[in-house]
Structures are given as structure tokens and as C-alpha cells.
């Protein structure tokens, strides 16, 4: 079987993009998801983000991590299949979509994605961070030197000691010279740091916000893969209205081929 697959990028976190409002593609072969994902092996990406069809909205996003299994919310992911909707036609400048964690409103102009997350009702307080669900579990901790930090070393060492096999994302901040974070991120089914993660930068906004460290609430994030911008409101300890934005860009695209 064939497909044509295209390669998208969010502040450097990578997608495999395929069209499969047919059904077509065998999302049951884990196997095959994560040799798609591998930069070795196959294509390379942080992982693979199908477009489907949905009888309510104007598509379903479904993700699957670079170890082949299907993942929780992606905001990154998200803002990537929002501009792959867009150069498809399937949507406009503004669209209303499901994912694994329920609706996303997003908007789009000239490759700037602002993306609807969703609501943060909770924020738990850890010996030296923070927890919180952004669509996906995330760890935020305050670090010196984030440069230097061992980010594989210890985000590992804590995404399984703190957190047990489910685990978590673990998030290192730090506060820069321009007002804004620094963030850099070990994201659990990618197993690794990555150039940026969506969802973290939210934790991360929040968590400064929620700790005191800035009184803004339309926040600067800079991963290493690119700068982005969460803004939200703040009601008695509850998150709502946020939305994640920046840069969302096509790299190319290809032919991929597998077996029945």
C-alpha cells in the first residue's frame, strides 16, 4: 500500500503527517508507526499525526508517539495538523477539531498557529516543582545553568523514578534576560529531549504564573527549537482560554510504502 506523507514542524518538534480521511492506514502496527518514526530506519520524527474524518468537527487529530504508540495531546502535534488541514482545504483560517482530549479551536495566518489548549484545573505542588495536565502529564521544575543541564540524564531518571511506567514529561525551566522561559524538555514515547514540546511550554507558563516568578499572562517560551507564546486566564487557581502560538511549517513530503 501507498500513501503520500508530508513532514511538518512546530518550533523544531517533527510530525509525519498523513491525509487518512479514507481509513486506509494500518494505525493497529505499532511496529510500522515507530519505524516511520525513526531517524535511522525510517523518516524521523517525534511522531505521526493522522487527519481524519469527524461527523461533528472539521477533522480528528490522532497521535502517536516516535515509539509507535498512540500518545495523549500533542500541542505542537495540534498547531502542525492545523496548518496540514489548511494546506489541504479542508479548512480555513479558523477551525474546530477533536483530539484525544477533547475540542481544540485554532486559528491560522501566514504559518502562525494559535491553538485553544485545554483548561488547567488543577496544579499540584512537588518538593521543588510542579505537576499539572496540559493534555498531556507534565513535570515542571526550576533550574540554574539550563544550558549546561543534563536534561537525557536526569529527565529519565525522574519521568520513571518520580513517575513509574505510565510517567510523565519533565519539563527544566529557567527564567532569560528578556522577561520570558527557557525550557527544555524529556518527553516520555519519544524517550529522549526534544527540540520542543507544546503542551510543556503550557505547563511551563502556567507554572511560572502559578509560582509567582511573572505576573504576565501572555507569556514568551523559548524551547530550543523556536520561541512560542502562551496567553491565558486565571480564575481562583483555574486555567482557562489558554492558547498556545507560533510557527507551523511544511518541511516536504513523500511517498510511503508498507506491506499488507
Same mark, same amino acid.
Given at each position: 500500500?501507498?500513501?503520500?506523507?508530508?513532514?511538518?514542524?512546530?518550533?523544531?518538534?517533527?510530525? %509525519?503527517?498523513?491525509?487518512?480521511?479514507?481509513?486506509?492506514?494500518?494505525?493497529?502496527?505499532?511496529?510500522?508507526?515507530?519505524?516511520?518514526?525513526?531517524?535511522?530506519?525510517?523518516?524521523?520524527?517525534? /511522531?505521526?499525526?493522522?487527519?481524519?474524518?469527524?461527523?461533528?468537527?472539521?477533522?480528528?487529530?490522532?497521535?502517536?508517539?516516535?515509539?509507535?504508540?498512540?500518545?495523549?495531546?500533542?500541542?505542537?502535534?495540534?498547531?502542525?495538523?492545523?496548518?496540514?488541514?489548511?494546506?489541504?482545504?479542508?479548512?480555513?483560517?479558523?477551525?474546530?477539531?477533536?483530539?484525544?482530549?477533547?475540542?481544540?479551536?485554532?486559528?491560522?495566518?501566514?504559518? %502562525?498557529?494559535?491553538?485553544?489548549?485545554?483548561?488547567?484545573?488543577?496544579?499540584?505542588?512537588?518538593?521543588?516543582?510542579?505537576?499539572?495536565?496540559?493534555?498531556?502529564?507534565?513535570?515542571?521544575?526550576?533550574?540554574?545553568?539550563?544550558?549546561?543541564?543534563?536534561? %537525557?540524564?536526569?529527565?529519565?531518571?525522574?519521568?520513571?523514578?518520580?513517575?513509574?511506567?505510565? /510517567?510523565?514529561?519533565?519539563?527544566?525551566?529557567?527564567?532569560?534576560?528578556?522577561?520570558?522561559?527557557?525550557?527544555?524538555?524529556?518527553?516520555?514515547?519519544?524517550?529522549?529531549?526534544?527540540?520542543?514540546?507544546?503542551?510543556?511550554?503550557?505547563? %511551563?507558563?502556567?507554572?511560572?504564573?502559578?509560582?509567582?516568578?511573572?505576573?504576565?499572562?501572555?507569556?514568551?517560551?523559548?524551547?530550543?527549537?523556536?520561541?512560542?507564546?502562551?496567553?491565558?486566564?486565571?480564575?481562583?487557581?483555574?486555567?482557562?482560554?489558554?492558547?498556545?502560538?507560533?510557527?507551523?511549517?511544511?518541511?516536504?513530503?513523500?511517498?510511503?510504502?508498507?506491506?499488507?
Amino acid at each position: 500500500m501507498e500513501n503520500i506523507f508530508y513532514k511538518y514542524q512546530g518550533t523544531g518538534n517533527d510530525f %509525519v503527517m498523513i491525509d487518512n480521511r479514507n481509513g486506509l492506514f494500518p494505525k493497529e502496527d505499532t511496529a510500522l508507526i515507530a519505524k516511520v518514526c525513526h531517524r535511522r530506519f525510517g523518516i524521523g520524527a517525534d /511522531g505521526l499525526i493522522l487527519l481524519e474524518n469527524d461527523s461533528e468537527t472539521d477533522f480528528r487529530m490522532v497521535y502517536f508517539n516516535a515509539d509507535g504508540n498512540e500518545g495523549s495531546m500533542c500541542g505542537n502535534g495540534g498547531r502542525c495538523i492545523v496548518a496540514f488541514a489548511h494546506f489541504l482545504n479542508v479548512i480555513g483560517k479558523k477551525t474546530v477539531f477533536i483530539a484525544v482530549d477533547g475540542l481544540h479551536e485554532a486559528t491560522i495566518d501566514n504559518n %502562525v498557529v494559535s491553538l485553544k489548549m485545554m483548561d488547567v484545573n488543577e496544579v499540584k505542588e512537588k518538593t521543588n516543582a510542579l505537576y499539572m495536565n496540559t493534555g498531556s502529564p507534565h513535570h515542571v521544575q526550576m533550574v540554574n545553568e539550563l544550558k549546561s543541564f543534563d536534561v %537525557v540524564k536526569e529527565g529519565a531518571r525522574m519521568r520513571y523514578g518520580i513517575y513509574g511506567e505510565k /510517567g510523565s514529561n519533565i519539563n527544566f525551566v529557567e527564567p532569560n534576560a528578556s522577561g520570558g522561559f527557557d525550557i527544555r524538555t524529556y518527553e516520555r514515547g519519544v524517550e529522549d529531549e526534544t527540540l520542543s514540546c507544546g503542551t510543556g511550554v503550557t505547563a %511551563v507558563a502556567i507554572g511560572m504564573y502559578h509560582l509567582g516568578n511573572t505576573k504576565e499572562k501572555t507569556i514568551p517560551v523559548n524551547a530550543l527549537g523556536g520561541n512560542l507564546e502562551v496567553s491565558f486566564k486565571e480564575n481562583n487557581g483555574l486555567y482557562h482560554d489558554i492558547y498556545l502560538k507560533g510557527e507551523a511549517k511544511q518541511v516536504f513530503k513523500g511517498e510511503l510504502t508498507w506491506q499488507n
